[in-house]
């Protein structure tokens, strides 16, 4: 069992950055394939990004590239997420997820891939 609690959302505008955070307990946490996804007002919840469980390989949504950037820390059981150049459209509910590894990285991609999820953290970026 694994339980995800995410942190660092909130209120900035266009042009800014925040980091989220994700605390995951358990000890099997360096064993895990994270993920990023995010669910906008009104629609689907939506891939944003992903981490090797050894945090040596990335994978991103073409929405996020070259602005947020996935990192893990093994040793302190925690996945971030930097997100700089910040768009209203990136205004959402941000969620980590944890997944079993044992495929290619571009198929945690699907949110069926992932066991485990936290609550949420509401990241809402002003024009």
């Known amino acids: 069992q694994v339980q995800l609690v995410e942190s660092g959302g909130g209120l900035v505008q266009a042009g800014g950055s925040l980091r989220l955070s994700c605390a995951a307990s358990g000890r099997t946490f360096s064993s895990y394939t994270m993920g990023w996804f995010r669910q906008a007002p009104g629609k689907e919840r939506e891939f944003v990004a992903t981490i090797s469980a050894s945090g040596g390989s990335t994978y991103y949504a073409d929405s996020v590239k070259g602005r947020f950037t996935i990192s893990r820390h093994n040793a302190k059981n925690t996945v971030y997420l930097q997100m700089n150049s910040l768009k209203p459209e990136d205004t959402a509910v941000y969620y980590c997820?944890?997944?079993?590894?044992?495929?290619?990285?571009?198929?945690?991609?699907?949110?069926?891939?992932?066991?485990?999820w936290g609550q949420g953290t509401q990241v809402t970026v002003s024009s």
């Open positions: 997820a944890a997944g079993r590894t044992g495929e290619i990285l571009r198929y945690y991609t699907l949110q069926y891939k992932y066991n485990y």
